[in-house]
């Protein structure tokens, strides 16, 4: 629960931001104090607004996570907030759309080299599948999902041949997902799209 600090200045919605910037990243709170020169018990404390930022503090933050500090006429704030949402919908589709053609392109890869594997040739199918889907990819955990699986699928592409096998389940349980995931898109209708998260252990 966010203290006194957070409520005597107004500083919730502030900290909010910082956070959900930090997860649309896929960051951990130890990724951004790397970046942002703090601690990770500092990042903590501003997202849950146990603290008074100084300015010099908020700036490192804004500039870690690519955001711009900008003191905005009470009058134009409705404005402003729009063209931000819409410039955040945009950004998010176009990521979304290049992490998916990625993963595609790896799971291409990956089939050529196993051609045997009946669950890469799953992947690869499937996400051929997600493809006109591309925009309603997003959500931090979608993503991280996402993320894990693009590790996943570099690290099978770099294995000696050798080893694959004992790196089998991981794929498999990414294919059973990515195919929940297409079934979840494809047949639910637009106001009830699913939200996807694998656990961390898988």
Same mark, same amino acid.
């Given at each position: 629960?966010?203290?006194?600090?957070?409520?005597?200045?107004?500083?919730?919605?502030?900290?909010?931001?910082?956070?959900?910037?930090?997860?649309?990243?896929?960051?951990?709170?130890?990724?951004?104090?790397?970046?942002?020169?703090?601690?990770?018990?500092?990042?903590?404390?501003?997202?849950?607004?146990?603290?008074?930022?100084?300015?010099?503090?908020?700036?490192?933050?804004?500039?870690?996570?690519?955001?711009?500090?900008?003191?905005?006429?009470?009058?134009?704030?409705?404005?402003?907030?729009?063209?931000?949402?819409?410039?955040?919908?945009?950004?998010?589709?176009?990521?979304?759309?290049?992490?998916?053609?990625?993963?595609?392109?790896?799971?291409?890869?990956?089939?050529?080299?196993?051609?045997?594997?009946?669950?890469?040739?799953?992947?690869?199918?499937?996400?051929?599948?997600?493809?006109?889907?591309?925009?309603?990819?997003?959500?931090?955990?979608?993503?991280?999902?996402?993320?894990? %699986? /693009?590790?996943?699928?570099? *690290? @099978?592409?770099?294995?000696? $041949? +050798?080893? =694959? #096998?004992?790196?089998?389940?991981?794929?498999?349980?990414?294919?059973?997902? %990515? /195919?929940?995931?297409?079934? *979840? @898109?494809?047949?639910?209708? $637009? +106001?009830? =799209? #699913?939200?996807?998260?694998?656990?961390?252990?898988?």
């Amino acid at each position: 629960m966010q203290n006194k600090i957070s409520k005597r200045y107004g500083l919730e919605s502030l900290t909010e931001v910082i956070r959900q910037a930090r997860l649309t990243k896929s960051w951990s709170q130890r990724d951004l104090s790397a970046r942002a020169h703090l601690t990770q018990a500092q990042i903590s404390r501003i997202e849950n607004g146990e603290v008074d930022m100084q300015v010099s503090t908020l700036i490192e933050l804004a500039r870690s996570l690519d955001l711009d500090l900008q003191l905005v006429p009470k009058t134009a704030l409705v404005a402003v907030e729009a063209a931000v949402r819409s410039a955040e919908e945009r950004s998010s589709e176009r990521s979304s759309r290049n992490l998916l053609a990625t993963l595609r392109r790896l799971a291409e890869e990956a089939e050529k080299a196993a051609p045997e594997r009946e669950d890469i040739a799953t992947i690869a199918s499937t996400l051929r599948d997600l493809e006109p889907h591309a925009s309603t990819l997003r959500g931090p955990f979608l993503i991280a999902d996402m993320e894990r %699986l /693009k590790t996943n699928l570099e *690290g @099978l592409l770099t294995y000696s $041949p +050798a080893s =694959r #096998p004992s790196r089998a389940k991981t794929i498999r349980d990414a294919a059973a997902w %990515l /195919k929940q995931l297409r079934n *979840g @898109l494809v047949h639910a209708p $637009p +106001a009830e =799209r #699913p939200a996807y998260s694998l656990d961390d252990e898988d």
